[in-house]
């Protein structure tokens, strides 16, 4: 059982190198229960990599983790308490919506009853309950999208990571993912979630952090992020985005996390 009182996601010092390149850098951050972190950077900024140390996926070269209050180290403990969607959904072309869902269900130990209302409540949730039962091959990138964010969520875990939750969706299922994404915060589960779609974020994150060449170089709520540090003028996320990504730092130091 994780500790009750334990943050969803420490990090210390979280490092990853590939040779000579380092993709993630002496990565610090706190996430709280219950939270959406909106984990933004350009491409290339070491998003994925980080994801994916803290799904158990890769092992970092440096550096300590903890998610729902485990160590990364100890895959068996923590693979229970997380979900995980990266950018191009996890699912067998030969199955069904269904069949998917349920053999994802079976994975993660469901009771069969309980998984078959969790699997049509979602899928009727999504607009998918008629095309469940037609094979993913024939599915479009937004219908399998959505089977992959169900199956990320489908156990119900203490954390979810999702990267691009809302790729290749129209603007009706769009709305649909964000209302789910907030829905599922409203009742503790911890979003850890990535996307170029910035608006997404804005409207969701309670805090974002923006990694930069593998680098933590700036970590507030979305208000404060977006306010101009010198006139404290108003500005768009797009605005501090570019902003914060464009500017320099010295080599050696890390940028000042809270843009306030």
Known sequence: MRPAD????ETDGLTKRYGETTAV??????????????FLGPN???????????????????????????????????????GYLPEEPPVYDELTGREQLEYAAGL??????????????????????EDAHKRI????????????????VLHEPAVAFLDEPTSGLDPRAAR???????????HEMTIFLSTHILPVVDELADEIGVLHNGTLVAEDDPERLKTRAETGDA??????????TREPTDEGHTRERTLK
């Open 137 to 152: 091959e024939d599915y479009s990138k937004g219908m399998r999208q959505k089977v992959g964010v169900i199956q990320a």
């Open 108 to 129: 993660r130990d469901i009771p069969e009853t309980e998984a078959s209302e969790r699997i049509d409540a979602l899928l009727e949730r999504f607009d998918l309950l």
């Open 25 to 38: 850098s002496e990565l610090t951050m706190t996430v709280e229960r219950g939270t959406v972190y909106g």
């Open 176 to 186: 649909t993912m964000r209302e789910t994404i907030a829905d599922l915060a409203d």
């Open 235 to 244: 500005r768009s996320l797009e605005d501090a985005f570019l902003e914060i």
């Open 44 to 82: 290339g900024a070491g998003k994925t990599t980080t994801m994916r140390i803290l799904t158990t996926l890769t092992r970092p070269t440096a550096g300590t983790a903890r998610v729902a209050g485990h160590s990364i180290t100890d895959r068996e403990s923590i693979t229970p308490h997380i």
């Open 6 to 9: 334990a943050p969803a996601i």
